[in-house]
Each structure stands twice: as C-alpha cells, then as structure tokens.
C-alpha cells in the first residue's frame, strides 16, 4: 500500500544521536576543507547508495559544475563540526 510513497517523520521523532553520530542531511550548506585546510567547496547534497552515503561537494563559483563525490566513510571524511559549520575532508582518488 505504500510502496512508491515517500514517509516524512518529524525531527523531535528521530532517534537521539550519540556522540560521535551526525544525521548526514545536516551536512548539506557546510564547508568542505582537505586535510591541509584548503577549502574544496560545500557539500549542496547527500545520496544513499548501497555500500554507504555519498556527500556531493561543490565548488563555490564554478559554472562549469565541477564536484567532488566523497563517500561518507571514517576514510574519507575526517572530521565533522557542526558547530563551525565544516568538514575536512580525503577526496577519493580519479
């Protein structure tokens, strides 16, 4: 019966998050920055695959669309601050 719908919950009806736990759509509008500090751009979206979440980071003023897929992984993200509003991030290898 609901197959093919799309269930919305309430943020108050999530489960509470544990210390070192961030609901990954809450990463989307913060800042990208590689290890070495350097900013690669802000994350504008999440998607779900298979294996793990992806982050869809975006350069700031390209109109060429130029992104950065970083899977969500201990690997590849390497620090998350909320409250600085960015992230730091190992880019995958091309």
Known sequence: MLRGKEL???RSDLDALG????YVGD?????A???????IGVVVE??????HEVLVV??????????????????????VDLES???VVRLPEE
């Open 8 to 10: 919305t919950l309430e």
């Open 85 to 87: 509003r960015r992230i």
């Open 58 to 79: 975006r350069r700031e003023n390209e109109t060429n669309g130029a992104e950065h897929y970083v899977p969500f992984t201990m690997e590849h993200v390497l620090e």
């Open 46 to 51: 999440t998607f779900e695959t298979p294996a």
């Open 19 to 22: 210390a070192d736990e961030v």
């Open 27 to 31: 990463l989307v509008g913060i800042e």
């Open 33 to 39: 920055r590689d290890e070495s500090g350097e900013k």
